[in-house]
């Protein structure tokens, strides 16, 4: 990817500007350097750049993690944190702004590049979402083949960053399945299935990150994609949404009927040779699970 412009947000000045010069070296142009939050916001919205290089501790009354969301929320450019600090706090609160990348201080060129090439290419397929969905205003869940065709696509981001560029990145699925044995479906099967639906959107509104799509594979089948995220980190995922899906009992006809689902998760693993081979492995888990 060529001709991207990225803006620095560095308090320190000579990182800044080495890291200006190796971005030029990669044929990255560089419309500014800012070392607080105040002024990455504000040059963020005047110079609108491709991408953002934000250290999470700079000068000023915000730190990068407030600047980032800010200008996500406001602009929907996206970020990639440089920073010294590795903790997991840390990283948990960055991830929930919906972070592009991570990039520990001191980092290599080919790193820089991989972990950029990768952002853009996930906020490409984030902008291809939005748009979907803007197609069907009624749902945030992605038809079966849109969800395979993106999935696809990241998962060749993340095996090119991987392979090409020395960059450690993963990504996991979460499968989510309705035990459909607990209900009987006669004439009632579109209103359950509607009533289904929006009981997921309500639950991956709450649960996902920026970065994370859901889609549906069948009528009671839906999976989540999830950048950047372990098969643990998905555990904990898993946990959260087995206790909001229990706390949502769907409403049907009058009366409260208790979801009941099956889940499986399966993560990126660097022989796999197609998306499919991870949706595989969690519907594989899904069904030990099932049976444990």
Not at 8 to 20: C, G, M, Q, S, Y
Not at 179 to 188: G, K, M, P, Q, V
Request: aromatic content about 8%.
């Amino acid at each position: 990817m060529e001709n991207i412009s990225i803006l620095i947000v560095e308090d320190e000045l000579l990182i800044a500007h080495n890291l200006a010069r190796m971005l030029k070296k990669l044929n990255y142009q560089v419309v500014d350097i800012v070392s607080s939050g105040e002024a990455a916001i504000e040059v963020a919205g005047e110079k609108k750049p491709d991408l953002v290089l934000m250290d999470i501790v700079i000068k000023g009354q915000i730190n990068g993690i407030e600047a980032a969301l800010k200008i996500q929320n406001q602009y929907g450019i996206p970020i990639i944190y440089i920073t010294a600090y590795t903790d997991s706090a840390t990283i948990r609160r960055a991830r929930e702004t919906g972070a592009y990348g991570f990039m520990v201080k001191p980092f290599k060129k080919e790193q820089l590049k991989g972990t950029i090439e990768v952002a853009m290419g996930h906020h490409q397929r984030v902008v291809e979402m939005l748009r979907l969905v803007q197609i069907n205003p009624a749902t945030s869940i992605l038809d079966c083949d849109h969800f395979l065709s993106l999935a696809e696509k990241d998962f060749q981001l993340t095996v090119q960053a991987n392979r090409n560029f020395s960059v450690s990145t993963t990504f996991s699925v979460l499968m989510m399945q309705v035990d459909w044995s607990n209900y009987t479906l006669e004439a009632d099967d579109c209103l359950f299935s509607r009533a289904l639906r929006d009981v997921v959107i309500k639950i991956a509104s709450l649960m996902l990150h920026k970065l994370d799509y859901i889609g549906q594979l069948n009528s009671g089948e839906f999976i989540i994609f999830s950048p950047e995220t372990s098969c643990d980190e998905m555990g904990v995922v898993a946990a959260q949404v087995r206790q909001a899906i229990a706390d949502t009992p769907i409403a049907l006809l009058g009366q409260r009927t208790q979801l009941t689902i099956n889940i499986g998760m399966a993560s990126y693993y660097s022989d796999d040779s197609s998306f499919e081979f991870i949706l595989k492995r969690a519907r594989q888990d899904l069904e030990k699970r099932k049976y444990a």
